[in-house]
DNA sequence: ATATATTTTTAGATATGCCTAAATATACTA
DNA sequence: TAGTATATTTAGGCATATCTAAAAATATAT
């Protein structure tokens, strides 16, 4: 099945909302999700639906169909093995690969990627902590808790970032929160659930919400 | 100056083909290394003339201009590089990485090649023996003859080959005719311009006029 | 349950990049 | 140099992917 630009955006796009709450995904939020304007996405919709990757069926949401669930995790795979690439092997920093590996994740070469994956040592874990699907689409996620819902007193280690936009990275390196650094949570305040967090036993900081939601650790 | 992948091809073709000869360059010429039609061309001419990477006025063929020679080299460069890093660290063989370059030679971020360049250990030469323009597009061009041309018992190395079709590198496989191979002529046949040659001085094949005009050589 | 708000779709454009068929300009040749 | 052949351009379409504005369907709230 031959997918175009557009088209696997669009199914990676229905993937991370499919896998982000609801099974349905709607025509605003697939919208939201990719910068485009609904009437763009009901036009794609129908296509997608033809070439059985969504079902779709107007005013009624769209869902992923199993298909379409395997294209997306390809150019998943895709795009995390070059973000493996550009930070293990070209010294990138992980605040500086997501919008380059937007564009390599549309290399169509199969070879090209076993290959990739070989010369990187077959990584499970991308540059952020998210796991990288096998060529049958398998991967295993760590357990994952969000550092706003561990209780005061709990602890554990960063393991993946929901947020990886520069900016929150690179906040995330001033701080020290690099994947595997140890978090304690040291005080929460109810009234804006910020919470003051201990870092390897040795920076205290306090975090707002916005922060502690897309901070993952393992327990 | 953006251009696009379709504008990037184009003007690469203008420029490879303003090289192999004539400065003018044919709607038709250009037509056929794209494999596109004529009336394609046409349109695009226009497009580009607009953009002043070439100068084109109806009729009359078309010209590079600076700005054009040194859009279509940067793209050349990311290309050769890229066919470097394919064979250098992923293993691919000369004759497999002209179709996959095609493709990476289009993404976008000058710092990414400039990484690329840096793990590469800054290369001077692609796979296929063709000088790598650096970041203001200068290269070095070893010179380069031309087998078919060389005289009775002349000799040199391979230094580059001009067809990089995948058939043609694995008929050089076959013969052994790797880059930095030493050939001599035995003989040369003046009625089908074919040569009986020795190639590093163990392996004695005769070539036709066709394969002795693709492999280049140094004196 | 009816009115209002929101979401989604349709209709009609635009831009890119390609095509075929026909027209026109240039080149070649007798 | 006239006539033919070749090269090039124009005209009109098509597919993809986007948009805005308006219409239609669904959701919500009183």
Redesign the interface.
């Known amino acids: 099945m031959i997918l175009s630009f557009a088209e696997e955006n669009y199914l990676k796009a229905i993937y991370h909302l499919s896998n982000a709450g609801a099974v349905e995904v709607s025509t605003n939020g697939i919208a939201d999700e990719l910068n485009t304007k609904p009437a763009s996405v009901t036009d794609m919709l129908r296509k997608l639906n033809v070439k059985e990757v969504v079902t779709y069926r107007k005013y009624q949401g769209v869902n992923i169909t199993e298909k379409g669930r395997l294209g997306a995790l390809q150019v998943i795979r895709k795009h995390r093995l070059w973000e493996v690439f ?1 930070v293990e ?4 920093n992980w605040d ?1 690969v997501h ?2 590996a937007e ?2 994740e549309h ?3 199969p ?2 990627i076993r ?2 994956d070989e ?1 990187l040592g077959n990584p499970k874990y991308d540059p952020h902590g998210d796991p990288i699907p096998d060529e049958h689409g398998e991967f295993k996620a760590k357990p994952q808790v969000p550092l706003s819902e561990l209780p005061l007193g709990g602890s554990g280690l960063v393991i993946a970032v929901k947020d990886t936009s520069p900016l929150f990275l690179q906040y995330l390196d001033k701080i020290g929160a690099y994947l595997g650094a140890k978090i304690k949570v040291l005080d929460k305040a109810a009234f804006d659930d910020s919470m003051e967090i201990i870092i390897d036993d040795k920076k205290t900081i306090f975090v707002s919400r916005e922060v502690s939601q897309n901070i993952l650790l393992t327990e």
Chains 1, 2 share one sequence.
Do not use: G, M, T, V
């Open positions: 550009l092997k070209l010294k990138f500086e919008e380059i564009q390599l290399i169509k070469s070879l090209l290959r990739l010369f």
